[in-house]
């Protein structure tokens, strides 16, 4: 009886250590393949990464402005326009030509900060009854496409529309302010493209103006300066 007992006390040390090494293994095994899904989950969050750094721009006109493709915005920029009198550059070249001042609008239904100033342009046009002229740059925008294989997309032809824009542009003399960066605003506007661009022309020559978004205060104070 008493070497039976020894017997099976000796055993159950080689069991319990059996089932301590299979735990540990286990373990070892588990710890491994977490390791492994981490890893693996780093290396897809750098691929992604780096697939987003390279992507190429989904607009890549030289226009720096901000494209809003949202229909519904674009409509009802569309519909606010019907409020202004639509020009060509010739056109807007000639109000150089006449007394009086004219409220010139550059801008564009694709343009979101255009799309959330028309409304208050609108509104202080019709506050204080004065005409506003506009010159739509989506036309020539849309009209001169090219396709870039950098890109691998079509995007706006810049140098093309600056030839078509350069005989108003060299008119624009006073100086502003756009992204942090002061010139003529015939300048800011020839490189660039900024849109909203808003021009006073006083008897025959760009007295003020601004580019980029302003409240309808500010519009106000700027036009009730002129008329």
């Known amino acids: 009886m008493e070497k039976n007992k020894t017997k099976k006390t000796e055993t159950e040390p080689v069991v319990k250590e059996t089932k ?13 393949n977490l390791t492994l899904i ?6 897809v969050i750098a691929l992604l990464q780096i697939g987003l750094y390279f992507r190429p721009a989904s607009n890549a006109s030289s226009t720096n402005t901000n494209d809003n493709t949202d229909t519904t915005a674009t409509d009802n920029y569309n519909e606010l326009a019907k409020n ?14 006449e007394k009086g001042t004219h409220v010139l609008y550059i801008g564009r239904s694709s343009c979101g900060v255009c799309q959330s100033i028309i409304s208050s342009l609108v509104e202080v046009q019709n506050e204080l009854n004065y005409k506003t002229y506009y010159y739509d740059l989506g036309v020539p925008m849309e009209e001169n496409q090219i396709y870039s294989e950098e890109y691998q997309q ?5 140098p093309a529309i600056q030839k078509i824009i350069k005989p108003l542009t060299d008119l624009v003399t006073f100086e502003t302010e ?9 300048k800011l506007f020839y490189d660039n493209g900024y849109t909203p661009t808003v021009i006073i ?13 302003h409240s309808k205060d500010q519009i106000t104070e700027l036009v009730k300066k002129y008329i």
């Open 38 to 43: 981490v890893l693996i989950g780093f290396i």
């Open 178 to 186: 756009a992204n942090g960066v002061t010139d003529t605003c015939g």
């Open 201 to 213: 022309i006083k008897d025959g020559k760009a007295v003020d103006g601004f580019i980029g978004g």
């Open 20 to 32: 301590i090494l299979k735990t540990n293994e286990s373990l070892e095994s588990q710890v491994k």
């Open 154 to 158: 079509m995007i706006t032809n810049w």
């Open 84 to 97: 202004f009198t639509n020009v060509s550059i010739d056109e807007a070249v000639k109000l150089f030509d």
